[in-house]
Each structure stands twice: as structure tokens, then as C-alpha cells.
């Protein structure tokens, strides 16, 4: 009996995510006729019609979602069997795939990596950086192993691991004609003077969370696409927004006239790591949590001398 392989498994994974032969070749790091000819071979192999093929589009049929439906737990299964076959070798060494979110990553990694480096010569840690429902999706398909992230977010079938709080600031222009800084009130803030992020961004969520922002009529409707955008725009008087402890003193906010101000103890989120229920690799998830604990103490201890 002919079996269909990891290989084209994966491949057909990526087919039904992306809709579109191309694109779906792109994200396998394979030339698309070769793509194409797996596809083909998996079919053979099934003795099943898995997509529909026109000139223009491509649609998978009903056999064929279910086939991507059990093919992701097929390569879950078959990642968790590496996992444990791995367990017995030393800790935090070989391949590890994380992702992370980009209002943590450029505050964290620079630090992160030299430390991993240093103590763990053997780990070859791959990023993944991107949302939080992007990269929680990779995880439970299991293209990630692990996720840096901010809490709290609604996630199934994971472990998480608190690292810290980290505590939102008020930022704004040094000469904002919006409020006075050292003392305001949130419902006093004129219409659309706050910036946030765009929706997908965990920040966005939790900055209306942690500020108690009631009035949503004081909350912009441009929203950034990015962290350096929000900056620009803050740092031209555009608005003001809320950045968390992370941000203070980093080169996102250096060569601006932005200065940060303190909030209520209450206002914060959690970093923390995440990863799926029951994998073998846990312990070591611990690990990479405690040197992620030690590299924030370090730069926060660093930058208050």
C-alpha cells in the first residue's frame, strides 16, 4: 500500500492554507512545478480528486479538507515523536522554532540572543515574528514549538509560563497641547487623541484593557500598522498612545522628543511563553523561560543605573 509522505502532506497543508499553487510553493521553499507534481503524486496515492483546477483558481474539494484536516494532526503527531526522541539529548540544543510578537521581539531578542548563545552553544533557535493569532495558528499546526507572547489571550490546548509584567506608559510629544501629563484624567481626553495599533495587535487590546479606556470616542479611528509608525506619528504631535516598560529607553524611542510617564500599578500585561499541551519538550520551554526572566532583569537593572 502506497503511502502518501511527510513531504507531500506538508505541501498539501500549505495548498489548502493559501488557495493558490504559487504562493503556497513560495511558502515551502520548493519551485512550483515540483510543488505541483507532489500534489498530483498525493492524489495518486489517495485515490482521491483533493483540489479543483481552473486556469485562475484553485479550490479544494470536500475530500480534500478533510484530508488537510487530518493531515495537521498526521504532522502534529509525527512532530511530537521527534519531540520525544529529542528529549533525551541535553537541554535547549538542536532546532527550536519560536515565534514572537513584534511589540516584544525588537526589546527582547537583541539581548536574548547573545545569552542563549553563550549558554546554550548547541540550540539553533529559528524566529518566527508576527501576530499573536498568527503565530498561535503556527504553533498548534505545529510549525513552532514555542511562542513568546503577551498575556492575557485566548488560547486552547496550550501551556503558558508568566515571565513578568510589564506596565504600560503614557507616551507623548514633551510639548503635547492634548493634557498635561503629570495630571489628566483618561475621560478627559479629547476626541481621537489616542493612538493605538491596528486590530490583530495584542497591544491594542491590552492598552484599552490595562488604561481603562471607557470612552472609545477618544481612541482614533487611523490606527498604525506598525510600533515605528505609531512613534512617528506620536512624536509629531499627531496624538498620544500608551507603550509599555519595555519601549522606555529603547532606540525605538531614541532621537524623538517623546517622553514617557508612569501609570497605576494595575495598568500592565504579561509576557509569557506558550506552547502545546503535553509536549515532550516542556522542561526545556521552562528553561528558555528563566533566561528570558534573567536577560529583562539585566536590561531593566542596566538601564536604571
Known amino acids: 500500500m502506497n503511502l502518501p509522505t511527510i513531504k507531500q502532506l506538508r505541501y498539501f497543508v500549505a495548498l489548502e492554507e493559501n488557495e493558490h499553487f504559487g504562493k503556497a510553493a513560495e511558502s515551502c521553499f520548493v519551485s512550483q512545478s ?12 489517495l485515490g482521491a480528486q483533493l483540489v479543483d483546477r481552473t486556469n485562475k483558481n484553485v479550490t ?55 545569552r542563549l548563545r553563550e549558554s546554550y552553544p548547541d540550540l539553533q533557535l529559528y524566529l518566527r515574528e508576527d501576530t499573536t493569532q498568527a503565530i498561535y495558528t503556527r504553533l498548534m499546526a505545529g510549525e513552532l514549538d514555542v511562542i513568546l507572547l503577551a498575556l492575557p489571550y485566548k488560547l486552547s490546548n496550550i501551556e503558558t509560563c508568566s515571565l513578568f509584567k510589564d506596565q504600560f506608559l503614557l507616551a507623548c510629544h514633551k510639548s503635547t497641547h492634548f493634557l498635561d501629563p503629570k495630571k489628566y484624567d483618561f475621560d478627559s481626553l479629547p476626541d481621537e487623541s489616542v493612538l493605538l495599533l491596528e486590530d490583530g495587535h495584542c497591544l491594542r487590546d491590552h492598552a484599552l484593557s490595562a488604561c481603562n479606556l471607557r470612552n472609545q470616542e477618544t481612541v482614533s479611528r487611523f490606527a498604525a500598522s506598525s510600533l ?56 526545556e520551554f521552562k528553561m528558555l523561560g528563566e533566561a528570558i526572566i534573567k536577560t529583562h532583569r539585566e536590561v531593566i537593572k542596566s538601564r536604571d543605573k
Do not use: Q
Open 60 to 114: 479544494i474539494t470536500r475530500v480534500g479538507r478533510e484530508v488537510a484536516n487530518h493531515a495537521r494532526h498526521c504532522l502534529r503527531d509525527i512532530e511530537y515523536l521527534a519531540e520525544v526522541a529529542r528529549s533525551n539529548e541535553e537541554c535547549l540544543s538542536g532546532r527550536l522554532n519560536m515565534g514572537v510578537i513584534p511589540t516584544i521581539a525588537p526589546f527582547i531578542l537583541p539581548s536574548l540572543m547573545p
Open 228 to 283: 515605528y509608525t505609531l512613534v512617528e506619528m506620536v512624536d509629531s504631535d499627531i496624538g498620544i498612545t500608551y507603550l509599555t516598560d519595555m519601549a522606555k529607553d529603547s532606540m525605538l524611542l531614541k532621537h524623538t522628543d517623546i517622553k514617557t510617564y508612569p501609570m497605576g500599578e494595575n495598568s500592565y500585561r504579561e509576557v509569557g511563553l506558550a506552547w502545546r499541551k503535553g509536549s515532550a519538550r516542556s522542561e
Open 34 to 45: 515540483a510543488f505541483s507534481v507532489a500534489i498530483k503524486e498525493l492524489e495518486t496515492h
